[in-house]
Structures are given as C-alpha cells and as structure tokens.
C-alpha cells in the first residue's frame, strides 16, 4: 500500500530562519514525489517535484530512497511561505496521488 | 491558458438526493482526477480518467461515479447522499497520464448534506 505521513501538522518559524517541513512514503516501488503548496484563498498548486530536482521559491527537496524521506526545504524562510503544504507520491504509471495530511507552516515577522 | 474551472463552486442538497459536479480541464490536457477533501481524511483520491476510460479508482462506494467526454471535460455523480460526503471536491488536469506528469487543481466544489 502507499502511504505518505507528514508528521508535522502545525509548523512555526521565524523569518529569516531555515525551514524543513517533513514528508515520510512508503511505496515499494520507485515513486513520483511532489510538493503541493496552498496559499490563503487559493487552489491547491504544485510547489516541485523530485524529477525535475529544481528550486522553486528557494525551496528544494531531496529524495531519499533509503530514509524513504522527500523533506522540503527552505535556509532562510520569508512571511510568504506562510501556507499549508502537501507531501504526495504518485505510484509509477498512475495519475494517482496520495496525499499526506498537510503540515500548516507559519513564518513570524 | 485558463486554468481548471470546476462548477458549482458550492452546492447544498439533501440525504437521500444526487448530485453531479462538473470539471473542464486546462486546454490540451487529457487526464482528469478527482478527490475528496475533508478535515479528517485529507485528500482523498476518488478516480482519473483518460481519453474517456476510467483508469485508476479509489476506495469509494459505488455510489460515486464518474464520466470523461471526447472534450476531456469530466463530470462525477454522487448518489443516495449521505451527511459523510459532505466535502470539498477537486478536479485536478494532467497533460498525460504518466505518474510524473503534475496535476493542476481546480478551487473545487464544496458540498453541503443537510
């Protein structure tokens, strides 16, 4: 069965600091990661995804096939990131997500 | 390009009714999932469609359905409603259906049981 966790439901940071907003699958096979982003008021948008190994936002991800992990990253966190961010996998040869249950990140001023 | 527009943005019905929530997809994309959001069970994976087959299905009942026309526009049906499917419902496009292909979400259409 595939299943992704996010262990983090509610994250607060300061600005400035860096961020790491957590995502754990599990999947036997070889997996498609991405990072979903919803900001206040608006749909649901892709953030990154493990393929295309590329920054966005100044955030990045890596996929640890080992730890099974896709953590998201972020060195120096700004009051826009402020949104709630999901973690999900897509099963090889399947427009399927399964999605974790989202982790609401905070950034103080 | 326009985005994914889902219609009605907000629905109220009845125990016991039906309803069909309707997805156009963003022009050129042929792949088109839906999901179900709820504040205990996240988002939820209900069925794709892709050149107007049902691909990939998920752990529903068999009272959600759904239908992809030659357009690639998509409705899904909900019958014999029940105060649990009240949710948030999202359309998401694909280009194709390859896994690594990323899904574009619509705003969705919230639906009310009373």
């Known amino acids: 069965a595939q299943r992704v966790t996010q262990p983090e439901k509610l994250l607060s940071v300061f600005k400035g600091a860096p961020v790491e907003l957590k995502c754990n699958y599990s999947y036997s096979g070889s997996p498609e990661l991405f990072w979903y982003v919803q900001y206040s008021r608006q749909r649901l948008q892709l953030l990154l995804r493990h393929i295309s190994r590329e920054s966005i936002k100044g955030f990045t991800a890596d996929l640890n096939k080992g730890e099974t992990s896709f953590h998201l990253k972020k060195p120096f966190a700004q009051e826009e990131d402020s949104a709630m961010y999901y973690c999900a996998l897509s099963a090889q040869g399947a427009q399927k997500l399964v999605f974790g249950q989202g982790t609401r990140l905070t950034i103080n001023p | 390009k326009a985005g994914v527009t889902q219609t009605p943005r907000y629905l109220i019905k009845t125990r016991g009714q039906q309803v069909t929530l309707s997805c156009s997809p963003i022009s050129g994309h042929r792949s088109v999932s839906w999901y179900q959001q709820t504040p205990g069970q996240g988002l939820q994976f209900l069925f794709e469609y892709f050149s107007e087959t049902q691909r990939n299905k998920g752990n529903f009942p068999g009272r959600f359905s759904g239908r992809q026309f030659s357009n690639s526009r998509s409705e899904m049906n909900v019958s014999t409603l029940e105060l649990g499917d009240s949710a948030l419902y999202l359309c998401?496009?694909?280009?194709?259906?390859?896994?690594?292909?990323?899904?574009?979400f619509g705003d969705g259409t919230r639906l009310s049981i009373l």
């Open positions: 998401a496009s694909s280009l194709g259906q390859e896994s690594n292909q990323p899904q574009h």
